[in-house]
């Protein structure tokens, strides 16, 4: 049974930082691209943050470049996403998610954690 538990979510001022963790069980880690996406209320799930399977190259929505920084441990099966600087606009609840490649798109996602909020107060 595939799981993907994600973590570090909470209340945060503007400009504060916060970092999540996704713990990855049930599933060959490495193998999978993992990415990190949101989702604000009404809106649609969008795409945040992506990392390759090993070699570790990065890519990110325009809105988050330069201030979010995703990594992974294959060691632990563990993804990350440090959010710096953060909005308000950042307030959503954010998804870990594998997929088989690299991707922006939901569609292509084959397993989704269950969410962590991240509420960023003006």
């Known amino acids: 049974q595939v799981q993907l538990v994600e973590s570090g979510g909470g209340l945060v001022q503007a400009g504060g930082s916060l970092r999540l963790s996704c713990a990855a069980s049930g599933l060959s880690f490495s193998s999978y691209a993992m990415n990190w996406f949101r989702q604000a209320p009404g809106k649609e799930r969008e795409f945040v943050a992506a990392?390759?399977?090993?070699?570790?190259?990065?890519n990110y929505a325009n809105s988050v470049k330069g201030r979010f920084t995703i990594s992974r441990d294959n060691a632990k099966n563990t993804l990350y996403l440090q959010m710096n600087n953060l909005k308000p606009e950042d307030t959503a609840v954010y998804y870990c998610a594998a997929s088989d490649f690299v991707t922006t798109a939901s569609r292509a996602v084959t397993y989704w954690g269950q969410g962590t909020q991240v509420t960023v107060s003006s």
């Open positions: 990392i390759t399977r090993s070699i570790g190259n990065t």
